[in-house]
């Protein structure tokens, strides 16, 4: 796809999965700041509309630990905004808790999860012509029984975008977890796609050679990148 400096895929995986969590919380609750990223220079990416930025590395610690100073001067100049983004930094963990409300976490923990594995299908090298028998595809994240909790599209361009709201057209391919714990383990510690499906706690319909590919991309990203627990 574009030119990325490929040393930024994780970092910035990490950030886009920050911002797809807290995307979900605002619409949640109608408050939530959606924390959208920019690459800045010097290994440096800001979290929020102002105030605050992080060193590459730093972000990850914060992510791994829960705690790592962001750069003091950005802090100084927006003191109110960087003090709302880390307050809700740290609100996102809550959502990676299988004793809280499932039902409200699972849209959140997909997203992130989604926004980190577009990041690697738009950007990795390794993966840049993996896809290129697929356009115009729409897979649809699904409770059984209930509406999609999230989706993933390729545009005929060859873009892939994530989303949680309402997806509009037909899937090409339908993930449907037997229940909310299932789909919790499963988004937390990742999807084992034919052992699931055999045993009937997952079912896929459509085309399984997209979603195989999708599976095998989102193991990668998984293991390289920390879950936003802050």
Same mark, same amino acid.
């Given at each position: ?91 996102? =963990?809550?959502?990676?808790? !299988?004793?809280?409300? @499932? ?5 959140? *923990?997909?997203?992130? $999860? /989604? ?50 709201? =309402?997806?509009?057209?037909? !899937?090409?391919?339908? @993930? ?5 714990? *299932?789909?919790?383990? $499963? /988004? ?43």
């Amino acid at each position: 796809m574009t030119e990325f400096p490929q040393e930024r895929i994780v970092p910035w995986a990490a950030a886009r999965s920050i911002f797809g969590a807290t995307a979900v919380m605002g619409e949640l609750d109608g408050m939530t700041q959606k924390l959208e990223p920019v690459l800045l220079s010097g290994d440096r990416i800001s979290i929020g509309k102002n105030g605050l930025v992080f060193k590459q590395d730093s972000l990850l610690r914060a992510i791994k630990s829960g705690f790592s100073m962001p750069e003091l001067f950005p802090m100084l100049m927006n003191p109110f905004s960087a003090i709302k983004a880390i307050i809700t930094l740290k609100r996102i =963990s809550r959502f990676y808790d !299988p004793n809280l409300n @499932l039902r409200e976490s699972l849209p959140v *923990i997909l997203r992130a $999860g /989604l926004e980190t594995v577009t990041v690697y299908l738009n950007h990795h090298s390794r993966f840049n012509d993996m896809f290129s028998d697929f356009s115009d595809e729409l897979i649809t994240f699904n409770l059984a029984g209930s509406e999609p909790i999230g989706w993933l599209r390729r545009s005929t361009e060859g873009l892939f975008t994530a989303g949680s709201e =309402s997806a509009v057209g037909n !899937p090409s391919v339908e @993930l449907t977890f037997l229940n909310k714990e *299932i789909a919790f383990e $499963g /988004l937390l510690r990742g999807i084992d796609q034919l052992g699931a499906t055999a045993s009937g706690e997952m079912m896929i319909q459509g085309r399984l050679p997209l979603m195989d590919k999708i599976g095998y991309v989102s193991r990668i990203a998984q293991k390289e990148v920390p879950q936003p627990r802050l």
